[in-house]
């Protein structure tokens, strides 16, 4: 049974606007479009009574309601990942999930094949039986990551808002752009977000708790080679696409997302394209230990070293470090992490402490001074067709914050 009709609403308005970020852009927002919920978030915040502030310019949204000090502060980012389409979401709610196959889309229109939410290949669904589940039409992303966590500290403040006599620490929030592109935090105003303590609310699975992050950086190989007539080519054409191909080829396969899990760090292809002219490798780094994240740059480095010794000088490598592990930081701030866990286990989850198998705004809040764990929010399978969140797990995510706050 939904028992919080207004969260899941807000969820379900949030994710029809489409707030995809996007690659390469030195603007922020890296989409103007990510402010049209900001603008939408601002509203609702000041007709809420809370102090609420639009950069107009970034498209960060800050707001706060008075309590006790210290303030504790929550933070969700805006925008929907780059690899799935978020235009035109259409979320339907699956009532009392009974178990098997959910078809997202039967393939009855042109042009669009049938894709299912097959539990043998995504186990986590026994997980949810009984539950109300929030799935895609199987064209576009749902953008539980991260609307679900924008939807869950809405609630929370119009849960203060609503009860001004229920004691509870000063709060405040931030609502970010171009989280999903690493740049979440490139114009976070600290001062006006007020609190020097907070929880991004950013995490997937339920009860889960994350303070442990990858070290990231991200990749790019261009490849330039020699356009010649394939009649006249031999010993004259350098192929460019070839050459990226048998790039590729040189990193370890085993080490792809696909073949790691839990502490195991990566190397990921995220796009490849190009012609026997000119071709562009993109890839992410990640690795949870410092030392093997240096070692994966270094390893990137003599790979582009040898094919430019076996070739000639035809590849270039950029890298970009994104943001780093905080778990050693948040070695002094672990009250953070038992008071999540205690509130989540007297609402009757795990509170499991998990690696985040990728990175949150609150890394680099991290290392700008402001400790920032992250909370689990109810939403599976993000950044693609396959995505849904539980109500339920919804349900208990947005009472988490609200205990959090006390």
Avoid: W
Avoid at 15 to 27: A, G, M, P
Avoid at 32 to 51: H, M
Avoid at 201 to 223: P, R, S, T
Avoid at 369 to 393: D, I, K, M
């Amino acid at each position: 049974m939904i028992k919080n009709k207004n969260l899941l609403d807000r969820f379900l308005r949030y994710v029809k606007i489409d707030t995809q970020s996007k690659e390469d852009e030195t603007v922020q927002p890296s989409t103007s479009k990510q402010k049209d919920l900001a603008r939408i978030l601002y509203a609702e915040l000041t007709d809420l009574g809370a102090d609420a502030y639009f950069d107009e310019q970034y498209g960060y949204v800050y707001a706060s309601l008075p309590g006790t000090e210290p303030a504790i502060g929550f933070v969700a980012h805006m925008d929907t990942a780059p690899a799935t389409s978020g235009t035109g979401v259409n979320p339907r709610i699956v009532e009392n999930y009974s178990g098997g196959k959910i078809i997202l889309n039967d393939g009855s229109k042109p042009g669009i094949d049938p894709v299912v939410l097959d539990p043998d290949y995504f186990p986590e669904l026994g997980s949810h039986i009984g539950e109300d589940l929030i799935v895609t039409d199987g064209t576009t992303l749902l953008g539980a990551d991260d609307k679900a966590g924008v939807a869950e500290i809405m609630n929370l403040f119009e849960y203060y808002a609503a009860h001004p006599d229920i004691p509870h620490r000063r709060l405040c929030l931030a609502f970010t752009p171009d989280e999903e592109v690493g740049r979440g935090t490139e114009h976070f105003d600290l001062e006006r977000f007020g609190a020097a303590e907070a929880y991004t609310v950013d995490g997937g699975k339920m009860g889960e708790i994350e303070y442990e992050c990858f070290n990231a950086a991200a990749a790019k190989v261009e490849v330039r080679g020699t356009s010649v007539h394939p009649g006249d080519a031999k010993n004259k054409m350098v192929n460019a696409a070839a050459l990226a191909a048998e790039f590729h080829g040189m990193l370890p396969q085993a080490e792809t997302p696909e073949h790691t899990e839990g502490y195991e760090g990566f190397y990921m292809l995220e796009e490849i394209s190009g012609s026997y002219e000119y071709a562009v490798l993109k890839y992410i780094l990640r690795d949870h230990d410092r030392e093997k994240f240096e070692r994966r740059k270094a390893f990137m480095q003599a790979v582009t070293e040898y094919m430019n010794c076996k070739y000639g000088a035809y590849f270039t490598l950029t890298l970009k470090d994104q943001y780093y592990n905080m778990a050693d930081l948040m070695k002094d701030h672990l009250h953070l992490i038992e008071n999540a866990k205690n509130v989540l286990r007297e609402l009757g989850a795990e509170g499991n402490i998990v690696p985040i198998r990728g990175g949150t705004d609150g890394a680099k809040l991290t290392y700008m001074g402001v400790p920032c764990p992250n909370l689990c929010t109810g939403g599976y399978n993000f950044h693609g067709r396959f995505e849904y969140a539980s109500v339920q797990e919804m349900e208990i995510c947005a009472e988490m914050l609200i205990r959090l706050a006390q």
